[in-house]
């Protein structure tokens, strides 16, 4: 036990550095209450603060985002990747996250940690706009795709548009009704027939460059 955490701050640091990986999305406080059987929404805030201030999780920024770990803080105690797990995977060019516009194909690779991977086929687009913002997910990041053809209620697809635009968006059907959802209050969701939405893949890894 870290001796600058109390008890609690550490059973949640501890929880989440065993559960983010695992999970679709950074948990809401909301879910992260419920997780670890808490009441107290206020309490919780307060302790992720503490962590904040600590600098074991992120800023939230006031962004309806979900709680992460900050990078130094999800891999401490991990080895560096030897440079064979370093796979290289096809970066197919750009994601709207904001509007759809097309993804255009590109022959150039980019080499990806196998914790950010599945074993199952991936590749990476790089992501532009901020209509996924609240998910964390930023102008220029890049983001890797398990390459599928569904998605479940709730994951974070490439959806191809009327074959020819592809944006990154939470999925949803609903009854005769596709609705790709972005994560930014001032967006509206958008709403297809499913003739008109293919599924390319499902969000599962993101990397970001601070340089």
Known sequence: MSPNLTRRQQEIYDYLRE??????????????????????RGSLHKQIQALVEAGLVEPMNNLRRGIRLTRQAANEGQPEPEASELEELPMYGYIA?????????????I??????????????????????????????????IEQRDTARNGEIVVALVDGEEATLKRFEKKGDEIILHPANSSMAPMRYHPSQVQIQGVLVGQMRSYH
């Open 19 to 40: 559960h983010l990986p695992k999970m679709p999305h950074p948990p809401t406080l909301d879910e992260l209450c419920q997780a670890l059987g808490l009441k107290s």
């Open 97 to 109: 996250a904001g509007r759809p516009i097309e993804a255009i194909a590109n022959p150039d690779t």
């Open 111 to 144: 080499p990806v940690p196998p914790v950010l991977r599945t074993s199952n086929p991936c590749y990476v687009l790089q992501v532009r706009g901020d209509s996924m913002i609240e998910e964390g997910i930023l102008d220029g990041d890049w983001v890797v």
